[in-house]
């Protein structure tokens, strides 16, 4: 094994090979010297072992306890010494109480707590450290934008409680205020409804420098609208034979145009309904929309393989995100945005590939739901 085929990670020991391989993606290796030794250890390759950075640096540190320990002496201690025998043992009891306290300090009185809402909160403290490296690179991309002064759109669709504006809050939390935007319009009033359809969109273009984040889109008139009623076949049929040239117009005069669609299965659109319903905390995101969404699945997976069969583009293409898993979600949106332009100072030593298990190509998911409706 070459080592000059590998570059070293932020991670001391862990490495990840300069060249992908066309199927099986980039290779880590662990390599370290213990005890006078060096240990090298193939950990895996990031497409075909789903490894990510994360995970590649568990199993680094995984794999040198295993070598640590394997390699401790093993003490023999005579019988007659009970006070040597002592020691230890209550070292270690020392060492656990000293654990304990440190944890009972940290979450305080626990045993009040729902041991599922204490496990929830417990993993989203990691699933928010996690998130961080990629929120520091959005501060980049947005600087990138305002000196170079170009203009970026970021299109959230999906059906009700996909999960696109816990996305939005994530991919914004640490952005400069005066430099974003979002938009999430209700309904068209009386003169907005006499003009022409994107009128009202465009008013809230951005600037040069400038992100608008829609929390929903004109895409309503491909999905929404047609459901309950709000526009006619012809509407309906004249935005989806225009809208392509439209996005085309906007990419060809240097908009950064991203589409993501935030894909949720009927189960778990259900679960966070009922959620909805039953936490007073949550009550408010219930509508009357809600309540009809499950009813009118198959008619919404109906507009939705239209929608996304004739309005994706190689200029303006559609990212599907699986969002069963919110955070995974979230993730795979940040790696799609920072992915679109080629900013200043870019941490290599992120993993920017897609996980091909949340982030889903068009093509993919039509075949998905040419099979079933699920999504």
Not at 66 to 89: D, G, N
Not at 169 to 193: C, D, F, S, W
Request: proline fraction near 3%.
């Amino acid at each position: 094994m070459n080592l000059n085929e590998f570059e070293l990670t932020v991670h001391n020991g862990l490495y990840i090979s300069k060249d992908e391989h066309p199927t099986f993606g980039k290779k880590f290796i662990a390599r370290f010297q213990y005890d006078k030794k060096r240990y090298v250890k193939v950990l895996g390759y990031s497409k075909r072992d789903n490894l990510t950075l994360n995970k590649a640096i568990d199993l680094i540190e995984n794999f040198k306890a295993s070598v640590m320990k394997s390699k401790e002496p093993i003490k023999v201690v005579p019988k007659t010494q009970k006070e040597t025998t002592k020691k230890p043992v209550n070292d270690k009891l020392k060492e656990i109480q000293e654990e304990n306290k440190y944890l009972k300090s940290l979450l305080g009185d626990y045993k009040k707590l729902d041991s599922q809402v204490l496990n929830e909160g417990v993993q989203k403290i990691y699933d928010l450290q996690s998130l961080k490296p990629y929120q520091i690179e959005l501060i980049k991309l947005q600087d990138w934008l305002e000196k170079e002064n170009k203009r970026m759109i970021i299109i959230f669709e999906g059906r009700d409680a996909s999960g696109k504006g816990g996305a939005i809050r994530r991919i914004t939390r640490y952005m400069n205020n005066k430099h974003y935007r979002v938009v999430a319009l209700g309904k068209p009033t009386e003169t907005q409804r006499n003009q022409w359809f994107l009128q009202r969109y465009i008013e809230h273009f951005p600037t040069g420098g400038e992100i608008v984040l829609f929390d929903r889109s004109w895409y309503n008139r491909a999905m929404v609208e047609p459901i309950f009623g709000f526009c006619t076949q012809e509407e309906h049929e004249i935005f989806m034979e225009d809208i392509v040239n439209f996005e085309q117009d906007l990419v060809r005069q240097g908009m950064i145009l991203i589409k993501l669609y935030f894909s949720v299965s009927k189960e778990e659109q259900k679960r966070r309904f009922d959620r909805r319903i039953n936490d007073p905390l949550r009550h408010w995101k219930f509508s009357e929309v809600d309540m009809q969404a499950q009813d009118l699945w198959d008619e919404f997976s109906e507009k939705k393989y239209e929608m996304l069969r004739r309005t994706t583009s190689r200029s303006a293409p559609w990212h599907i995100i699986r969002s069963d898993d919110k955070h995974l979600a979230r993730l795979e949106a940040m790696k799609i945005i920072l992915n679109s332009v080629d900013y200043d100072g870019r941490n290599y030593s992120l993993n920017f590939e897609a996980n091909e298990n949340i982030n889903i190509s068009v093509q993919k998911e039509l075949l998905q739901m040419r099979k079933t409706k699920d999504y």
